[in-house]
């Protein structure tokens, strides 16, 4: 599972500072979102407006101080959190790893029926 990295410095950063309370935990619940979507750090318009005045508010602060860009993206508008690749696995990333859990799970699998199988349990 895929989790949003925040940098044990965020705390004190010029950006984060500006942009205000509200504004980063906007950040960070996109982040989130953008994690469990596998969106490569690009967040649709619509997702903020389910906050009412306080998600397109903060992503204009978000965006004045430099922690989003304005983004398109098939056609659709939005933000894209600056600098995602390089803080932020990607989305064949995620894919990758999962991939090769599954693999190493069901190679633990065989090795434990072919255990069973060879000590007479089944």
Do not use: N
């Not at 064949?92 to 190493?104: L, S, V």
């Amino acid at each position: 599972m895929p989790w949003f990295k925040v940098d044990d410095t965020l705390h004190s950063h010029p950006k984060v500072r500006r942009a205000g309370a509200a504004a980063v935990g906007v950040w960070a619940t996109a982040g989130s979102f953008c994690m469990a979507y596998k969106t490569d750090g690009w967040v649709p318009a619509y997702y903020l407006d389910g906050w009412g005045k306080t998600g397109p508010t903060s992503a204009r602060r978000l965006v004045e101080c430099g922690l989003w860009e304005v983004a398109e993206r098939d056609g659709e508008m939005g933000y894209q959190f600056h600098d995602w690749e390089d803080y932020q696995p990607s989305s064949d990333e995620i894919e990758k790893d999962r991939e090769a859990a599954r693999k190493r799970q069901q190679e633990h699998r065989e090795r434990r029926r072919q255990a069973r199988k060879e000590s007479g349990d089944q």
